[in-house]
């Protein structure tokens, strides 16, 4: 250093150690000039005496003014490590601190923290605006806060502002202090800014506000739960103590208040006494809630609970588990309880209910059952819920067509009315009660698996007390077998009035002509001729009749069958000689083979058939055209035919020739000789031994009439002197 520098310094008031140095080499030099003095010329004593001490005075002086020269330079030094050490701070502080001065709040300090605020992107903030440096979340709050102390003089307080910050908007909040720095003048010259961010603060105290309030939402809404749930609630602790219930649990068991009911559970085992549904009482560690204490879990546990102390015995059902802490450690147990006293009362009520239903139905089916005509009771959309067994056997219905409806099933029976109009499913009789009429005695006829059947039909709707419609019911009384006494009764009179009457006419026109031709005294030739058509009128007319009473006895079963053992090559031969007219005789050929063997049968019956079905061969064939009759052994039957190269009979006919009163279409009008029963009877009768016969013919060639009867080995597989009866046969 200079001497002038030092100099300066010391005139600037330089450090304390350079004034001491300066004034003690001053002393020195003073001391030096009075020793000098002293030694050449001492003058004065008084001068020298006040040099002495003025100079002692000056050294001593001097001695203090260095001690507090060092005193000051060690203070110096220590307040230059606190400003250091304070530097150090402010400036790693975790705390955001800046100073800020002048109108455009510009940074004259700010540290690590305040220089580390988001979106600064590491900007230099020494001289530079706050607008300019900071990101305007944080610019415009700090800006208007600074304002603010501008204003006021006075320290300003933000807390928890909120910024959002960051590109993807993180909510950040802030704590701010503004603090005026004022100057001598009492104006604000500067302010301190201390900034801290408290985000994780706020947040997670935001987070455990959620929190707290949501658990306290959630308390709220299990205890509204709880209190609400008609099923009573009982948690008890692993000590087995009752720990809360809900008011269902008080009203289940009788208490007003819940203090009346947390006790330890074994305390109820003096008030109640549980047992199973069979009776058998339970003992204490097998009660349902210490059964969710043992960790078990168990629903539908239903137990008979009995108030001792009332009497009243309830029915409950009790669902039950164990509450375990996130450790997996029990800590409660809980079950709820349901009354289903109510519920198991109806129960045997409807079991009681369902019995008499059932004692009902077994009843209406013995009813239904004793029944001899076709019974079916319908359900309101009529399908079939009931039927005996006559209906049964009259339908044929398999189970899966009892379940269709009236609509599905009606159309199968192809029903009509007794004049043959066809019925709808809804003119049915089942579906006219279905809607509320009564019906008596309706008659309808239908196609079932034995034939077409005329039934009689009355229905009803079967009605509940309050009117409902529960369904219908109908009786078919089979009245086939009355339709056909009455068809024949029907038949007979047409023939009594009609077809017998035609020979009664010529035989009463030929009496009456007998008669003129008499009184005129005619010829005997002439007389002759009237008298010969009287008799082949009179002929014909009682084979009508004996048609018309053979019919009549076969179908009622009167005629009864006398069956031997007939030899078929004599019987054929004798019957052609004396059953048919000499004149056709040579017309009539017989082709039996040689083994043929004997029939079981009545010759009087036989002979009926061969009658009718040759004289048919004659009668519809040319005058000389050939008859044959054949037979064959085949099995235990021998076949019989009949061999004619008339007209024929044409197909339509053919499959009824073997009806009652059926006369061909090609006959009946242009030689109505017969009733139509010939072929009728001859079928009765060929059944009647058990046999069969049919007819093979082309219209214009021909016809071959075959009946079968039983050979005579097969006899005794024919019932002997079988009954005849037709009635119920119809061709
Ligand atoms: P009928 O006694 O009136 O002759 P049948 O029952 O014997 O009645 O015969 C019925 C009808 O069958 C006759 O009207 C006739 O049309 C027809 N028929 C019967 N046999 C023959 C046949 N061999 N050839 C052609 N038609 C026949």
């Known amino acids: 250093m200079k001497p002038r520098d030092f100099l300066s310094r010391l005139s600037k008031g330089g450090t304390p150690a350079g004034v001491a140095v300066l004034l003690s080499l001053l002393a020195l030099c003073m001391a030096a000039m009075i020793a000098v003095t002293t030694l050449h010329e001492v003058r004065e004593d008084l001068s020298l005496a006040f040099l002495v001490v003025f100079g002692a005075a000056l050294m001593g002086l001097a001695a203090l003014i260095g001690r507090i020269a060092l005193e000051k330079t060690a203070a110096l030094e220590k307040l230059r490590r606190q400003r250091t050490f304070l530097q150090t701070l402010v400036e790693n502080s975790p705390i955001g601190i800046a100073v800020v001065q002048g109108p455009k709040h510009q940074f004259t300090m700010a540290n690590l923290a305040f220089r580390s605020v988001p979106e600064t992107g590491g900007a230099a903030f020494i001289g530079r605006p706050a607008a300019e440096v900071l990101p305007k ?92 749930i008609t099923d009573a609630l009982i948690i008890a602790d692993s000590s087995g103590n009752i720990v809360r219930v809900n008011p269902a649990a008080l009203a289940i068991h009788g208490y007003r208040s819940p203090m009346e009911m947390l006790h330890p559970v074994a305390q109820y085992a003096q008030t109640f006494e549980l047992r199973r549904p069979g009776g058998e009482l339970i003992p204490l560690d097998e009660w349902p809630i210490m ?73 209406l089916d013995a009813t239904l059952n004793s029944v001899a005509d076709p019974m079916f009771v319908y359900d309101p959309e009529g399908r079939i819920v009931r039927m005996n067994p006559a209906a049964r056997r009259a339908t044929g219905y398999r189970h899966e067509v009892e379940g269709l409806v009236l609509a599905e099933r009606a159309p199968s029976l192809n029903p009509r009315t007794a004049d043959g109009r066809p019925l709808a499913a809804d003119e049915v009789p089942a579906a006219r009660a279905l809607r509320g009429e009564t019906v008596l005695g309706f008659v309808m006829v239908c196609d079932q698996p034995t034939g077409t059947r005329w039934t009689s039909n009355s229905a009803s709707p079967i009605r509940a007390a309050d009117g409902r419609m529960l369904g219908a019911v109908v009786t078919a009384v089979d009245i086939t077998a009355f339709h056909d006494l009455q068809e024949q009764r029907d038949d007979i009179l047409r023939a009594v009035s009609h077809d017998l009457r035609s020979p009664l006419t010529a035989i009463l026109g030929h009496a009456q002509l007998l008669q003129k031709l008499a009184e005129r005294g005619a010829p005997a030739s002439r007389l002759a001729q009237s008298a010969a058509a009287i008799e082949v009128n009179s002929l014909r007319m009682n084979d009508m009749i004996q048609d018309l009473v053979d019919a009549v006895r076969l179908e009622a079963g009167q005629k009864r069958l006398n069956r031997q053992v007939v030899r078929l090559a004599p019987f054929l031969t004798d019957f052609l000689e004396r059953v048919i007219a000499e004149t056709d005789q040579p017309r009539v050929a017989l082709d039996l083979p040689a083994d043929l063997g004997p029939v079981f049968a009545d010759p009087n019956a036989l002979e009926r058939v061969l009658t009718n079905l040759l004289s048919n061969a004659l009668k519809y064939s040319p005058p000389q055209a050939r008859v044959a009759v054949r037979a064959a052994q085949s099995g235990n039957e021998v076949w019989v035919s009949v061999v004619d190269h008339g007209q024929g009979i044409d197909p339509d006919d053919a499959a009824r020739l073997f009806g009652r009163f059926y006369r061909g279409t090609s006959t009946a009008t242009s030689r109505p000789e017969g009733l139509g029963l010939g072929l009728y009877i001859t079928r009765l009768l060929v059944q009647a031994h058990g046999g069969r016969i049919w007819v093979d013919s082309v219209p214009g060639q021909g016809s071959v009439f075959t009946f079968t009867i039983p050979a005579q080995a097969a006899a005794g597989q024919v019932a002997v002197g079988g009954q005849v009866t037709g009635c119920a046969t119809r061709g």
């Open 137 to 228: 979340g944080i610019a415009d709050p700090l800006i208007s806060s600074l304002e603010e102390v501008y204003r006021t003089g006075r320290t300003f307080f933000i807390r928890e502002g909120e910024v959002t910050l960051g590109p993807r908007g993180d909510r950040t909040f802030w704590d701010g202090y503004f603090v005026p720095q004022v100057g001598p003048d009492g104006t604000v010259e500067a302010v301190i800014v201390i900034g801290s961010n408290v985000t994780e603060k706020v947040l997670s105290r935001q987070r455990a506000e959620k929190l707290a309030t949501l658990a306290e939402t959630n308390l709220a809404q299990l205890q509204t739960v709880l209190d609400s």
């Open 291 to 363: 059964r969710a204490l043992k960790g078990e879990t168990f629903s539908d546990y239903e137990v008979l609970v009995r108030n001792i102390e009332t009497g009243q015995t309830r029915h409950m059902g009790y669902n039950g588990a164990p509450v375990l802490d996130g450790g997996g450690k029990q800590t409660l147990a809980v079950i709820t309880i349901h009354d289903i006293t109510v519920e198991r009362e109806a129960e045997s009520e409807r079991e009681k209910l369902r019995e008499e239903a059932q004692r009902r139905a077994a009843t």
